[in-house]
């Protein structure tokens, strides 16, 4: 029964490169969370989606930032021409269902912007 | 939307000590739910509370979820070099406070 599963576990882009993160839900889930977590700091969420759909992208930057969640596949968040201060953990959960159920968080990705 | 704001952001204590963390929100959650981060890795789930005046035990962790249910707190006692890590709660529509971080001086 794998959990949540991310990668790449850490990635390094170049400024100004596109930065490409993906999550596998775990077996049953439809539901995805991405958050944010700059070191020391703590969670901040980024967007909800189920299968196809975008629920909650109000912790989206307007820019440069995007997030999908096919029918098929992963659930892939898009990092567009990328700056130093894009450098975070980004990890992603997901659930059975939104709200009442708990999360389960994937290992994240620690990206890193040279 | 609703913001959950936690207290204390830092705690430091000797081994064998008490610990309590608080997590209050502005409006009426319907659930709220504990996690827990260790330095270094992700969060982990704890627990759920959604009624009001909720308590809930898991060894030497006590969750209280308030009478109108607006805030919440999560009590170690004794604690051990292995509660070292990050609380964090999150209200029903998953955003997390800023977590309490706990270092536990053996």
């Known amino acids: 029964n794998a959990g949540v599963m991310q990668n790449p576990r850490h990635l390094v882009r170049r400024r100004g490169q596109e930065a490409r993160l993906r999550c596998s839900p775990m077996k049953g889930h439809s539901h995805v969370y991405w958050y944010r977590q700059l070191p020391e700091e703590g969670l901040k969420f980024m967007v909800y989606?189920?299968?196809?759909?975008?629920?909650?992208e109000s912790g989206m930057p307007k820019e440069r930032f995007s997030a999908e969640f096919p029918k098929e596949g992963p659930s892939i968040l898009r990092i567009q021409q990328v700056v130093r201060g894009d450098s975070a953990a980004y990890f992603c959960a997901s659930s059975l269902s939104g709200g009442r159920y708990e999360q389960y968080f994937g290992p994240g990705t620690r990206l890193t912007v040279t | 939307g609703q913001q959950v704001m936690q207290i204390p952001q830092y705690q430091h204590v000797q081994e064998g000590e008490d610990f309590t963390t608080y997590c209050n929100s502005s409006?009426?959650?319907?659930?709220i739910q504990w996690y827990k981060q260790r330095p270094g890795g992700h969060p982990v789930f704890l627990i759920q509370l959604v009624k009001s005046g909720e308590v809930k035990k898991q060894k030497r962790l006590t969750f209280q979820f308030g009478e109108a249910k607006k805030n919440s707190s999560l009590h170690i006692t004794a604690t051990q070099t292995t509660d070292v890590g990050t609380y964090f709660c999150?209200?029903?529509?998953?955003?997390f406070g800023a977590g309490t971080r706990l270092t536990v001086k053996p």
């Open positions: 999150a209200g029903n529509d998953m955003r």
């Open positions: 409006t009426t959650l319907s659930n």
């Open positions: 989606l189920q299968k196809e759909n975008i629920i909650d």
